[in-house]
């Protein structure tokens, strides 16, 4: 049975799920015990499960090291951090602890826990509220990072997550929350390792994940009214990267745009553009592009933000520009600049 | 305390101080190329601990955790091989000496980090306390890690859950060569800290194993029985350098524990003294001494012999399949 469900829906049902499936699964966090607690992610699951979910003191470092030592005493805990800067406080749990605990102690040691991170654009966040931090997390070794891109992908990553051995980082696109999508009522399980098409196409590849979803889907219908059909991967997770599909994709068109919606500095568009032009350049008839935000904090006041991120019109732009097509002049409304997308999609 | 747990004691002290002694040699010819912080003086710490725990409680410990590994019941001969780098090592070589684990015994994991042990052990605790076991988790970190942020928190984190923790604040006077007075005030009360947020605090000296045991004792029974985390500092003399087993008196950071003071107040010799004050045999001492010392040459000739880590070893678990 399928159903349209939103993306803090999806998560929801994951956690129930994973906490029927599985006794050791437990839920830490501050105002994981409320209702509409960790973004309306919670429901009714402390009332179910009053020992196994709990709220935590205002303690970052503590609550993320308490996890870690549960996880390699044999629960299943899944930390919940509302902004990837709260998470911050237990940084070190996460990527000195957690991520090196296995390899360090010589392997057999698991530490099987999700760190549910919020990240990303929401409106009025401004510099200390919507970092996404992916490259941090992408350059640390032993940890699985991914960042899902759809309600769908959420029930199904965390579930994966959850089920998993090893510290897996869950980065939320908190611009995604309203998103609804058509989702199955089973507990289903995505890898956590496998990049996905979202759209096929001949003209050229674009290569985007979590948020960049969306306005990655809007482009690519505005683009089909011109004829022009793009290949859109979602790489779903950012450690490792799984090419197979970027390499295939860009080897048919020829083209490849990345698409970030964080800074630009050591991005992951950047880091994908240099692995396939070290191994395909010669596949290349035009040279990479790279779109993202700009190398600035991003600030509050929407007369700014609206140059901050880059738009779905500036994909069209960009694609049909690449294309030698004549330019597209579309207008965007203030809810598309500013307010996160209520809309159902389809990414499967 | 009967003779037979004090020489059990004994026997366990003498192990961990000559384990470490005979490795220093093997430190300055770069056999030992892993950073290391010996144990030298504070043995009374860990044993006194360690042999009021059942096997089934669980231990964690830090960059300086040797005797913390040892006093549970690690495997000398892993240890040992992991400071040399090898295959056969408690951490197959990826680890070195600050990275202690031997879960046959429930010493769980040593990591440098300072402070970052705290809230893992908490989490072991919780554990225990989620799954209804009635065994108990104890780590072991210095007075400069108990300055840490996540200590703290910890303590607040441990009382509001009533976890079966105990907390081992080794106090050697000194972070690296930082002084208790660079680092707090005058004012500064770590048992008003402590039970301010809710735990029990109990003090030993940490030099005399006696005392560490009787209020270990007294510690892990409150925890097991009455509901309620503890802290235990032990007041210790770290008789070589922060790291690399050197003396470093020259220095001059030195002003309680020096040289004459530690040999004074040297935990071996103090329950050395105390068992042959009364009345064993030294003989009886020498026979021990005897089998440690064979022990510890057959340990480190195992590790010697014992062969490197293959270079497939390096990709090998970064993560967990």
């Known amino acids: 049975m399928h159903r349209i469900i939103s993306f803090t829906d999806a998560i929801r049902e994951a956690t129930e799920q994973s906490m029927q499936r599985d006794p050791s699964v437990i839920v830490m966090g501050l105002g994981v015990s409320y209702k509409n607690g960790a973004d309306g992610t919670m429901g009714t699951l402390k009332e179910r499960y009053p020992e196994r979910v709990f709220d935590t003191p205002v303690s970052e470092f503590c609550n993320t090291g308490v996890g870690v030592g549960a996880a390699i005493t044999g629960l299943r805990p899944i930390i919940h951090h509302a902004r990837v800067e709260f998470g911050l406080f237990g940084i070190d ?44 997390f992408g350059n640390v070794s032993g940890l699985k990072v991914v960042i899902p891109s759809s309600p769908h992908m959420a029930k199904g990553l965390l579930n994966s997550a959850v089920r998993d051995n090893n510290p897996v980082v869950f980065l939320e696109p908190r611009w995604l929350y309203g998103l609804k999508e058509n989702v199955s009522e089973d507990d289903y399980f995505v890898p956590l390792n496998k990049s996905r098409y979202v759209t096929r196409g001949s003209d050229l590849t674009l290569v985007t994940y979590g948020d960049g979803i969306v306005d990655a889907l809007a482009s690519h219908s505005k683009l089909l009214e011109t004829g022009v059909s793009i290949e859109i991967i979602d790489l779903v997770s950012i450690n490792p990267i799984d090419y197979e599909l970027v390499f295939e994709s860009v080897s048919k068109t020829g083209k490849l745009m990345c698409l970030d919606t964080t800074n630009n500095a050591f991005n992951v568009g950047g880091e994908v553009i240099a692995k396939v032009c070290s191994k395909l350049l010669h596949k290349l008839s035009f040279p990479p592009v790279q779109l993202s935000a700009p190398d600035a904090p991003c600030p509050t006041a929407t007369s700014l933000t609206e140059f901050y991120y880059p738009t779905k019109a500036d994909i069209t732009k960009k694609v049909l520009s690449i ?25 499967l | 305390m009967t003779l037979d747990q004090l020489l059990a004691a004994y026997r366990k002290m003498f192990l961990i101080r000559r384990i470490e002694e ?13 950073f290391v912080h010996f144990y030298v ?39 040992v091989a992991e400071l040399l780098g090898r295959a056969t090592g408690c951490c197959r070589g990826k680890g070195g000496s600050m990275h202690m684990i031997d879960k046959s015994v429930n010493f769980i994991g040593s990591t440098p980090i300072l402070g970052s042990v705290a809230p893992i052990s908490a989490g072991s605790a919780l554990t225990q306390k989620l799954t209804k076991s009635k065994n108990i988790t104890v780590s072991f970190f210095g007075d400069g890690a108990s300055e840490e942020g996540c200590v703290y928190e910890t303590l607040n984190f441990s009382a509001l859950f009533k976890l079966p923790l105990l907390l081992v604040v080794e106090n050697n006077l000194y972070s690296v060569n930082s002084k208790l007075t660079d680092r707090r005030s005058s004012e500064h009360n770590l048992s008003k800290i402590v039970e301010g947020f809710g735990l029990n605090y109990y003090k030993a000296d940490g030099n005399d194993y006696i005392d560490v045991s009787r209020k270990a004792k007294a ?26 087993p050197i003396c470093d008196d020259k220095i001059g950071y030195r002003e309680i524990d020096t040289p004459e003071t530690r040999k004074k107040e040297d935990s071996l010799f103090k329950i050395r003294t105390l068992i042959l004050d009364g009345g064993t045999l030294e003989e009886s001492l020498l026979e021990i001494e005897a089998e440690i010392e064979k022990e510890v040459s057959e340990t480190i000739l195992y590790a010697e012999n014992s062969p490197f880590p293959e270079k497939e070893e390096l990709m090998k678990d970064v993560y967990h399949a």
């Open chain 2, 41 to 79: 003086g504070q043995e009374a710490v860990a044993v006194g601990v360690c042999q009021n725990l059942d096997l089934g409680d669980k231990v964690l410990g830090n960059h300086r955790s040797h005797g913390h590994y040892l006093a549970k019941g690690g495997d000398p001969k892993k240890m």
């Open chain 1, 93 to 136: 749990q996460i990527v000195t602890q957690a991520a090196k605990w296995n390899y360090m102690f010589g392997g057999e040691n698991p530490v099987p826990i999700v760190f549910r991170l919020a990240v990303g654009r929401q409106w009025g966040n401004g510099p200390q509220h919507t970092q996404a931090l992916y490259a941090l």
């Open chain 2, 219 to 244: 510690a892990i029974d409150s925890v097991k029985n009455t509901e309620t985390p503890s802290v235990l500092e032990c007041i210790t003399f770290r008789h070589m350098a922060h790291s690399a």
């Open chain 1, 323 to 347: 294309l030698g097509k004549p330019l597209i002049n579309e207008v965007l409304s203030f809810g598309d600049l500013h307010l996160s997308p209520k809309i159902t999609i389809n990414t």
């Open chain 2, 22 to 34: 005979a490795l220093v040699k093997y430190y300055f010819d770069n056999k030992i190329m892993s």
